[in-house]
């Protein structure tokens, strides 16, 4: 449902399966990328464990994190991970195109420390 959502909003979307295959997206992808949509809970690699090793390939790049869990529950998971903004599961294909426009326009906004 995401995936088309955000392509009928003029996205371009790449998926994957679990964590360590979304990891590998990113890698491929990275300089391309302008934001991430990331679940919590995913098989083979953790929703936390997957926004570390994004991170660490990439700082800037803001990542909305998705969830059924209540945002202070998330944010309690994440420690001091600085994620963009938080998605509550189920929710509404208006609200997923606002978070993930909000979270592009706030990056554009504050270019990252290697740009002069």
């Not at 994440?78 to 990056?107: M, R, V």
């Amino acid at each position: 449902m995401a995936r088309h959502v955000l392509e009928h909003s003029g996205y371009t979307v790449l998926v994957a399966d679990d964590g360590a295959s979304g990891v590998d997206v990113f890698r491929n992808h990275a300089p391309s990328i302008r934001c991430v949509l990331l679940d919590m809970t995913m098989p083979v690699m953790s929703g936390e464990e997957t926004f570390s090793r994004i991170k660490l390939l990439r700082p800037d790049v803001p990542i909305v994190v998705s969830s059924g869990f209540q945002e202070a529950d998330v944010a309690r998971r994440f420690g001091d991970k600085d994620f963009a903004d938080f998605i509550q599961k189920p929710y509404k294909a208006t609200t997923l195109t606002i978070k993930i426009a909000n979270a592009i326009a706030s990056e554009i906004r504050q270019p990252s420390s290697s740009s002069s």
